[in-house]
């Protein structure tokens, strides 16, 4: 089955301790995403990778890391995390991120909470 | 650097009828899409419509775009209550492949 998977899916963590979301995709897609979702500011791109180690900071990147060692995995890394990073994440690929002529396919979402 | 914007930002309406949600935009666009998210889940892909595209319909949903007013609107016709969630525009803005407006949250009433 065709599909995006993101690990853990809840986390609660503490304020500096490093910590990774992986996400994975079965499609072969060049394009791979990260979002962040919080009430009333909709999804915010983070990073996005055009290809192979491609990445690119989207919108709000500060503290955050990722990489793009193979196709399929696009891990995101939080290396201190503080509280204002408790948030809904969500990983997306597509074919190709060429002006973006495809769907773009979700993962399940992880929900991250930092006390 | 948000690109679309959602018109209205929550709607409420009684099963069986029509909910009509709008998309603005701000830069020339190759392409629009659509996206529904249940509540807590990932966004699930609806439609794209190309810029040489005035409308497009899937099942009950229609999709009109009018580049030169740089907006777009989702029609959901006879709607019913598995509609209720929100609904995202996304467009390519700048070097960024797709960004998403903030979406409407459309409540359907049983």
């Known amino acids: 089955e065709a599909q995006v998977t993101q690990n853990p899916r809840y986390l609660i963590t503490v304020t500096g301790k490093k910590l990774t979301v992986t996400c994975s995709q079965n499609m072969n897609h060049e394009y791979m995403s990260w979002y962040r979702q919080d009430p009333g500011l909709g999804l915010r791109q983070i990073y996005y990778?055009?290809?192979?180690?491609?990445?690119d900071k989207g919108d709000v990147p500060e503290g955050y890391k990722v990489s793009r060692k193979e196709k399929r995995n696009f891990p995101l890394i939080l290396e201190s995390p503080s509280p204002n990073q408790t948030s809904l994440y969500f990983c997306?690929?597509?074919?190709?991120?060429?002006?973006?002529?495809?769907?773009?396919?979700f993962g399940p979402g992880t929900r991250l909470t930092v006390t | 650097s948000q690109q679309g914007e959602e018109d209205p930002q929550a709607l409420s309406i009684q099963e069986g009828e029509n909910a009509t949600m709008n998309c603005s935009y701000k830069t020339s666009i190759n392409n629009l899409q659509w996206y529904r998210q249940n509540s807590g889940r990932g966004l699930v892909h609806l439609i794209l419509i190309r810029s040489n595209e005035r409308e497009k319909h899937s099942g009950r949903l229609r999709v009109t775009l009018d580049t030169s007013k740089k907006s777009s609107s989702l029609l959901i016709t006879a709607s019913r209550a598995a509609d209720t969630a929100s609904y995202f525009c996304?467009?390519?803005?700048?070097?960024?492949?797709?960004?998403f407006g903030k979406g409407t949250r459309l409540s359907v009433i049983a």
């Open positions: 990778s055009m290809n192979v180690e491609v990445t």
């Open positions: 997306a690929s597509s074919p190709t991120g060429l002006t973006i002529r495809y769907e773009q396919y």
């Open positions: 996304a467009s390519p803005s700048g070097n960024t492949p797709l960004v």
